[in-house]
């Protein structure tokens, strides 16, 4: 396999560049979006790299065409993408619905500006939090996933497809304009090297006969690939395991439902990924994500020099959550700082995981700005 | 670590200059960022290129305080000057920037102009000057750099703007 960047070294590029290699290092060959700052540049690498790795890269008339081309890609078999910012990542809300509840295995990059609406186009933000856990309506279970620096949007762009085959579900990768824009030496690696998951598909025809049936107990279905001698029905309604419409039986409802979260929550172990920076002795926490937990590193060093025990929780991952892991933090520490750029998403779900063994204060950033490390140290000191 | 900013306005090749700074960082295994804000406009707005370079783990986002400030233009110098820190090195277009702060520089578009034959590669002789005065990467770096970024077919004429930027800053 020849690929049209170069590999097995390191290069110079933006995070929206590293996540298209990355995307096509992963497998992915189908590609659907249009065209956002500061999204647009993961489009304008797809276009020119996906032709020449046999995939296909697809202006569609908008988001919602975007995101419906990336579910049918699919359910053909392919490793399939979008991307956008808040703006489309808004109108993508009700077909992200229909991937969590047809279990279709897809990668969603966001890269977040400021919002909402149109907002601050060309600067960064973490206003999307919530919405890319709880945007689209009804119950249901997501995998959000937080890169700070260009190599993690690299590996986090791998993992996200990984999971998303691994767990049958929508994956939203979620950046931010800083990330997405900034270039920084990362790691491309040996092509050989990299783990790649494929979905599970049907053994025998009978289970191609139901494409949503728990067949081996880990909670994920076998996929049917369209095309490949299977008739699967595919709907947004409430399905039984052949998929067909069964709207009004409750019990039917809740086993679908139970399942398609609890595939999620109950592997959270293997899903949340996170990182420590002088925690173990920590007095005062600070919990941050993405960029915003870059000034928070530089932050704790500042601190820690001046005698200050403070200590970073990096969350590499934001849903699932971690609340219990929260709850032991708290328990040692006499205070939480959650650093994030917003008026306070992932604070929310802290300071539910703190259950008030600790007090939990936000570190706000809004306007389009990165918290300096001196914006974090002045509310810890 | 050393943050340097490279401050002129839109045409000038502002962003390039810190786009091949950086890489030439990167060649030498250095972790380095590069981040850039330009006005919408794609000739005379102001335009501005951070660049970090750091051995240890990089975690700084934005230049707090510039070690190096190179301000190619007015508008760059009037925009970017508060950045630099105290005791910093102030390099200027000398023919289009006045500085009431202690300064080195040479006049870059002029030297373009005239000894290169084009005054598209301003930014080249600029960064030729700013890599001999600092030292902050080795010129067989950022000729490969050079060599990589630009366009096919400019290279040498890209490489010579970089060469003379750079003796005159070993004179």
């Known amino acids: 396999m020849r690929y049209p960047f170069s590999v097995g070294r390191s290069d110079f590029i933006q995070g929206d560049e590293a996540i298209a290699r990355a995307a096509i290092l992963a497998g992915c060959r189908f590609y659907a979006g249009y065209p956002i700052t500061p999204a647009s540049e993961i489009f304008e690498a797809m276009a020119l790299y996906m032709p020449l790795v046999d995939g296909v890269s697809i202006q569609m008339e908008d988001e919602l065409g975007s995101i419906a081309a990336v579910i049918g890609a699919s359910w053909t078999g392919a490793k399939a993408m979008t991307a956008t910012s808040g703006p489309g990542f808004s109108l993508m809300m009700e077909n992200l619905g229909y991937a969590v509840m047809t279990e279709t295995p897809m990668v969603v990059v966001d890269v977040q500006r400021g919002g909402p609406s149109t907002g601050q186009p060309t600067l960064a933000a973490q206003g999307d939090v919530m919405q890319a856990i709880w945007g689209t309506h009804g119950d249901h279970s997501i995998i959000v996933l937080t890169p700070a620096t260009v190599q993690e949007a690299f590996d986090m762009t791998i993992r996200a497809f990984n999971l998303a085959e691994k767990y049958r579900t929508p994956v939203v990768l979620l950046t931010d304009g800083e990330v997405g824009h900034m270039r920084e030496r990362v790691n491309i690696p040996d092509p050989d090297e990299i783990e790649r998951i494929y979905r599970k598909i049907p053994k025998s025809k009978e289970q191609g006969k139901y494409p949503f049936r728990d067949w081996d107990g880990d909670g994920v279905p076998p996929m049917p690939v369209f095309g490949r001698g299977y008739r699967a029905y595919i709907t947004g309604l409430t399905h039984d395991e052949r998929g067909k419409p069964k709207t009004v039986e409750a019990e039917i409802h809740e086993s679908l439902i139970r399942r398609i979260v609890d595939k999620i929550e109950k592997n959270k172990k293997d899903i949340i990924d996170y990182e420590t920076f002088d925690l173990d002795d920590a007095d005062v926490a600070i919990v941050s994500y993405g960029i915003a937990s870059r000034s928070a590193i530089r932050a704790v060093k500042i601190l820690r020099k001046e005698g200050i025990k403070a200590g970073l929780l990096k969350l590499n991952v934001v849903w699932p959550f971690d609340f219990e892991m929260i709850e032991r933090i708290a328990e040692r520490v006499n205070r939480i700082y959650v650093a994030e750029m917003n008026l306070g998403q992932v604070y929310h779900l802290v300071k539910e995981g703190a259950n008030g063994k600790a007090e939990v204060e936000l570190i706000p950033k809004i306007g389009g700005e990165v918290h300096t490390p001196k914006d974090i140290i002045e509310r810890v000191r | ?171």
């Open chain 2, 1 to 171: 670590m050393t943050q340097i900013r490279i401050a002129g306005f839109g045409g000038q090749g502002v962003i390039l200059a810190g786009v091949i700074l950086g890489e030439a960082a990167a060649i030498e295994g250095l972790n380095v960022l590069q981040t850039q804000d330009y006005g919408s406009q794609s000739r005379g707005g102001h335009s501005v290129a951070d660049v970090i370079i750091s051995r240890e783990p990089l975690y700084d986002v934005m230049v707090t305080k510039a070690d190096v400030l190179m301000a190619m233009s007015q508008i760059g110098y009037n925009g970017a000057i508060d950045s630099l820190r105290e005791g910093g090195t102030l390099i200027i277009d000398t023919d289009l920037v006045k500085s009431d702060r202690e300064f080195i520089g040479a006049p870059f578009t002029r030297l373009a102009e005239e000894k290169v034959g084009l005054a598209l590669t301003v930014n080249m002789v600029a960064l030729g000057y700013l890599v001999a005065k600092t030292g902050i990467v080795k010129k067989e770096s950022v000729e490969e750099a050079i060599r990589r970024r630009v366009p096919r077919g400019t290279e040498e004429i890209n490489l010579k703007a970089f060469r003379i930027g750079y003796e005159e800053g070993v004179k």
